[in-house]
């Protein structure tokens, strides 16, 4: 559907690629409509929709009052009548006002209804930390949302997806929920001549390697990307994959991975406890148990809510130095090779 | 101005003469400007970082109603909050600091510019959740009623947060149960980009808050004195158990939503009308006219100001950084040593 008939690849940035997808979207379908607050005037709180108001006017880009439940509920409504909304929350500490309505309707409507109601909803919202905004703008819930059934969780992290996965999201009969992470709409790149709609029910291997699979998703990808580079520097080959999909988990790459790196590392801006990384982890001991060389490591955000003075909230979240140092102890010491250095000094372990 | 609805009860007139307290409140009003216009400075320098929003424009709201409460009262307030803070007493220094993500600062640097606390003076914080405190401020209240206390608590809130459910449940369960709460909803016509008339359907705040049972009042919130005079009476009428009051603060803010917002969804005529009605000026004005303020006490006060922030600024630029050690502090409470 989105071919763009560029002959090649073209500079945008991850703002301008997600833009481009709703305005494809708008396009497309005329029963597709994109509600929330200040996504028409004032062109959406991080500037996304810029411009859509314009071309489409004021029923497809449709401001909301700040009432959560009530938009987020008629988004649902709407797609139940044969809409398809796109409703974007503003951030993700926002949509626990719907989250009553995402998951006691559109998580549970289909089912409840014996399969008679399905709710094609599309949700946005911004997840994420790293630019000071303290403890209620700052956290990655999208863990929680990928423990609903009923939902898919989706989390673009480049900007082919930022560009190619509302499409696949839209066509898909059931709610999808996309994190946008706050820090990636500035990052700016080539958008691929060859893009186009983003399988969504499969993880991408962003770099491959052979001694540890680095798994992440969406704000942690361009960290796990620098850490790989640093790992490689040092000689070790980190393969990277970026999950894409929270919810269905796409269990066949992470295996498939690990049956050729035999460690993993989770990286995961989520809180610990219950993240998220900690299903990942559950999932590979579970399935891949035989494959591993070492305990599956997880890299997540500190468990306190986000701080706001600089050096706090950088020492709560996934830096790429913690990311390398968990990849080193996955993949263990070094093995000791004869002649490669004295293994004992005076008596004492060299290391 | 005044304006009120046919509805809503009228606060009466304001007394002719004016107490003698009011060269202080315009001394309270232009150190929040002050304070602000110089928190510009800091965060172009990035020096602050986060969101900031600034109350420039409505500092007679915070002023004149925190001028009605007492120290035993409590205050709930939003992310626009550098205003009531300093009004309510916070020291500069502790807010500055807390700006500059210090140690000293009011929240320990945990906080920044939307989450400014002070437990001492009963500054129940800066919320970054819209509407997010007037359910707490209903429970602040409630503790009141059942402790016996005869105290109030003052929730700020905006015209984006009347739309928002937490306000409209809060204000039927504050009403439903007679709690000392007094609701001032800062009505500066826009949330973020959202005018007000194109996000409620009746835009009279007041007469939809007077359908809840309450008192409710619309006030010219650029008049301190306008401000003062409604916040006492209102708060008179919460101390005497006649349940919640709602205040509709008819306000304007001069800059943009926040240090983000390039302001393109308003008209800079009507930025332009609404300053000519700034209240610093408007008091100052009336304060000359009626001898009670010379160029040389204006100037001194402008000193005593600057000197204050000067300060400030510069204690927070010495005050030691929080340790990365302590990140996991307070995020739960420290065990008490047995005794
Ligand atoms: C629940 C929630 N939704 C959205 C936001 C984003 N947001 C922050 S301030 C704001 C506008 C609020 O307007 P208003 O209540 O009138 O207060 P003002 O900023 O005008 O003082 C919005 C939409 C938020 N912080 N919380
Ligand atoms: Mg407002």
Redesign the pocket.
């Known amino acids: 559907m989105p071919a763009t008939g560029d002959p090649a690849e073209r500079k945008t940035t991850y703002r301008e690629a997600m833009r481009e997808a709703l305005r494809d979207a708008l396009r497309a379908d005329e029963r597709v409509f994109l509600m929330g607050?200040?996504v028409g005037r004032y062109g959406g709180?991080f500037g996304v929709s810029l411009g859509l108001l314009e071309e489409f006017g004021p029923e497809r880009v449709r401001d909301a009052p700040?009432s959560?439940s009530a938009f987020v509920g008629a988004g649902i409504g709407a797609a139940l009548a044969g809409m398809r909304p796109i409703v974007e929350i503003?951030t993700v500490n926002?949509s626990l006002?719907a989250l009553d309505q995402i998951l006691n309707n559109a998580a549970t409507l289909l089912h409840m209804s014996g399969g008679q109601l399905p709710v094609p909803i599309v949700i946005r919202m911004t997840t994420g930390a790293g630019r000071q905004l303290a403890a209620q703008h700052s956290h990655s819930l999208e863990g929680w949302y990928a423990h609903i059934p009923g939902l898919r969780v989706l989390a673009p992290a480049t900007i082919a997806d930022a560009r190619y996965m509302l499409a696949p999201a839209l066509a898909d009969p059931d709610p999808v929920l996309i994190f946008e992470h706050g820090g990636l709409y500035n990052t700016s790149g080539d958008l691929p001549a060859d893009a186009g709609p983003v399988d969504i029910d499969h993880a991408a291997i962003r770099r491959p390697g052979t001694d540890v699979s680095l798994i992440t998703y969406g704000g942690s990808l361009p960290k796990v990307l620098a850490a790989a580079d640093d790992l490689a520097r040092g000689g070790i080959s980190a393969e990277v994959v970026d999950l894409r999909t929270l919810r269905p988990l796409d269990d066949a790459t992470l295996a498939g991975s690990v049956a050729r790196t035999h460690r993993a590392v989770v990286v995961d801006e989520g809180w610990r406890t219950g993240s998220l990384a900690a299903e990942i982890s559950a999932r590979l001991t579970e399935n891949n148990f035989y494959d591993l060389d070492a305990p599956v490591e997880r890299v997540c955000s500190a468990e306190v809510p986000m701080p706001y003075a600089r050096r706090l909230e950088e020492a709560a979240l996934p830096q790429v130095a913690g990311i390398v140092a968990a990849a080193r102890r996955a993949v263990g010491p070094e093995p000791f090779t004869v002649g490669a250095g004295a293994p004992y000094q005076d008596g004492k372990a060299a290391g | 101005m005044s304006a009120t609805t046919p509805r809503a009860r009228k606060p009466r007139a304001r007394p002719k003469k004016q107490p003698a307290h009011v060269p202080a409140l315009l001394a309270s009003m232009l150190r929040i400007r002050r304070f602000e216009e110089r928190c510009v400075e800091l965060y172009s320098a990035a020096r602050i970082r986060g969101f900031m929003?600034l109350y420039i424009g409505e500092e007679a709201v915070a002023v004149g109603v925190v001028e009605a409460l007492t120290d035993e009262d409590a205050v709930v307030s939003?992310?626009?909050e550098h205003g009531h803070a300093l009004a309510r007493g916070v020291p500069a220094d502790a807010i500055m600091a807390e700006m500059f993500g210090k140690a000293t600062g009011c929240s320990r640097g945990r906080g920044g510019s939307m989450h400014l606390f002070d437990a001492s003076r009963r500054f129940y914080g800066g919320n970054?959740?819209?509407?997010?405190g007037l359910p707490l401020a209903a429970g602040l209240a409630l503790a009141d009623r059942i402790a016996g206390r005869n105290r109030v608590t003052c929730c700020f809130?905006?015209?984006?947060?009347f739309a928002?459910g937490e306000f409209h449940e809060t204000a039927n369960l504050a009403a439903l149960w007679g709690l000392p709460l007094l609701l001032v909803c800062?009505n500066?016509l826009?949330?973020?980009g959202t005018a007000l008339e194109r996000a409620q359907a009746q835009t009279d705040l007041a007469m939809r808050a007077a359908s809840y049972g309450m008192v409710s009042w619309a006030v010219d919130g650029m008049d301190v004195l306008a401000v003062e005079d409604a916040a006492r009476r209102a708060a008179e009428g919460v101390r005497a158990g006649s349940g919640p009051h709602f205040l509709e603060m008819r306000t304007y803010?001069f800059r943009a939503?926040s240090m983000y917002d390039p302001d393109r969804y308003r008209d800079k005529a009507e930025i332009e009308r609404w300053k000519e009605n700034d209240p610093v000026e408007r008091l100052a004005g009336r304060l000359r006219q009626s001898g009670e303020l010379t160029d040389e006490a204006l100037a001194e006060l402008e000193q005593r100001v600057a000197d204050e922030i000067d300060a400030a600024v510069h204690s927070a630029e010495q005050a030691p950084e929080e340790p990365v050690e302590d990140l996991l502090r307070y995020v739960t409470s420290p065990v008490e040593e047995a005794s």
């Open positions: 607050e200040d709180c700040l959560e503003m926002f006002l | 929003h939003t992310y626009r970054a959740i819209v509407g997010g809130f905006g015209d984006g947060a928002e800062e500066n826009y949330a973020m803010r939503h």
